[in-house]
Structures are given as structure tokens and as C-alpha cells.
């Protein structure tokens, strides 16, 4: 059943198996206030086990573009159109979120973005990106790296 996510009370519904719950709650409801205030689109997600389509395109792509493998159990997913941009996501048990960015426009941007809750350790399978910090309300301390996507997917 779809979720929409407020961010003015953060919750941390389909997320309570993470052992970083309340941080991976606290980033997901970043991104939601990120796409309400850019876009005026509420950020609705869903179980994993029900987005299985859009789970299945983000590790397509991770895989094709850098031959990673995420081991963590996906949790919920989400994907959505606004101002010419596709965005899909992935939250992960572990703590993990991934971004999904492509253009509709091939000469549009088109990456992979992954941020890491608070209080989680860089999954071995990104240990070779460079992580930058952001300090966040709702998430405490964000960690996030990107790549850009080379083909099209």
C-alpha cells in the first residue's frame, strides 16, 4: 500500500527493520521535503516487495553503469516524473538510499545518486566513492556521493 511521506512528522513506517530506522526515516522525509518544495510533488512510496519493477531498474542500473551489487534487502521504492526528469529510489534496510536521476531529454542529466542515514557505515560495495557531508533537520548528518550515467537505461 502506497505511503505518502510527511515531513512534518517523521515517522519511520515500513522502515522498522533498519537498524537505523528513525535516521533512514529522517532521510527519507528530507527527500520528500526536497520535492514538495522544488516540485509540489508528494513523495509516495511503497513496500519493495510491491515495487519490485522499479527495485529491479535501480540495480539494472548500478550494475551496468559500475558492476555493483547492493547486498542490503531493499525496503521501499518509489518513482515518479516532474519537469522532465525520472526519478526512482531505493531505500535499504541498511541505512542506504538510491537516487535513480535520467532526463527524458537525452541531452538532459542522468546520474546515480546514494546517501547513507546517519549512523551507518559505508556499505563495502561503495567504499570506493568519496562521501560529502550535509547537515540535515530532519536526518541529522547526510553522507552522499553520485556518478553520472554513461548510457541509456
Not at 509516495?44 to 548500478?62: D, F, K, L, M, N
Not at 561503495?126 to 557531508?133: C, D, G, V
Request: a negative charge; hydrophobic letters at 40%; glycine letters at 8%.
Amino acid at each position: 500500500m502506497p505511503y505518502t511521506v510527511d515531513f512534518a512528522n517523521v515517522s519511520t513506517v515500513g522502515l522498522e527493520s533498519s537498524p537505523v530506522a528513525a535516521a533512514l526515516a529522517g532521510l527519507r522525509a528530507n527527500e520528500a521535503r526536497y520535492f514538495k518544495n522544488k516540485y509540489d510533488h508528494d513523495f509516495t512510496v511503497e513496500a519493495a516487495a510491491e515495487a519490485g519493477e522499479i527495485v529491479e531498474y535501480v540495480h539494472r542500473v548500478v550494475k551496468a553503469e559500475r558492476d555493483i551489487v547492493i547486498a542490503s534487502p531493499p525496503l521501499e521504492a518509489t518513482t515518479f516524473e516532474v519537469d522532465g526528469l525520472r526519478w526512482s529510489y531505493v531505500f535499504y534496510e541498511s541505512g542506504l538510499s538510491i537516487n535513480v536521476l535520467y532526463s527524458l531529454d537525452p541531452a538532459g542529466k542522468r546520474a546515480v545518486g546514494f546517501k547513507l542515514s546517519d549512523g551507518m557505515d559505508v556499505p563495502a560495495e561503495l567504499s570506493s566513492f568519496k562521501f560529502a557531508r550535509q547537515r540535515s533537520k530532519l536526518a541529522g548528518t547526510i553522507r552522499g556521493s553520485y556518478f553520472v550515467i554513461k548510457g541509456e537505461h
